[in-house]
Nanobody, 127 residues
Framework: QVQLMESGGGLVQPGGSLKLSCAGPHSGYTLGHYAIGWFRQAPGKEREGVSS????????YYTDSVKGRFTISRDFAKNMVYLQMNSLKPEDTAVYYCATVEEGPGITIANMVPLHWGQGTQVTVSS
């Protein structure tokens, strides 16, 4: 089973920053071939799509609550996808997952479905 690997989570104060990383399961798995989405799930809440980056043209998408604060990016040379999170708020606290996602007409941040994902990384925003 393909499993991506997330890292970079931790405890940060409100207003702080974290950078999450997403890696493929092995060096032969090229993340650049796929649309990648970041999801999060807080205790007692449903999974939420946060951001995605197209595997076709590199376009990026964000859910409204993180626009202007989060930035998704790729590093093709390192075969990594990142989620830079700035101005973090307590409501950003969740387990964050990266996953390959389908892309195409009708697929949005709100309805994208994770295909292959990892164990997740915990982000806690608290003073």
């Amino acid at each position: 089973q393909v499993q991506l690997m997330e890292s970079g989570g931790g405890l940060v104060q409100p207003g702080g920053s974290l950078k999450l990383s997403c890696a493929g399961p092995h060096s032969g798995y090229t993340l650049g071939h796929y649309a990648i989405g970041w999801f999060r799930q807080a205790p007692g809440k449903e999974r939420e799509g946060v951001s995605s980056i197209s595997g076709v043209d590199g376009r990026t998408y964000y859910t409204d609550s993180v626009k202007g604060r989060f930035t998704i990016s790729r590093d093709f040379a390192k075969n990594m996808v990142y989620l830079q999170m700035n101005s973090l708020k307590p409501e950003d606290t969740a387990v964050y997952y990266c996953a390959t996602v389908e892309e195409g007409p009708g697929i949005t941040i709100a309805n994208m479905v994770p295909l292959h994902w990892g164990q997740g990384t915990q982000v806690t925003v608290s003073s």
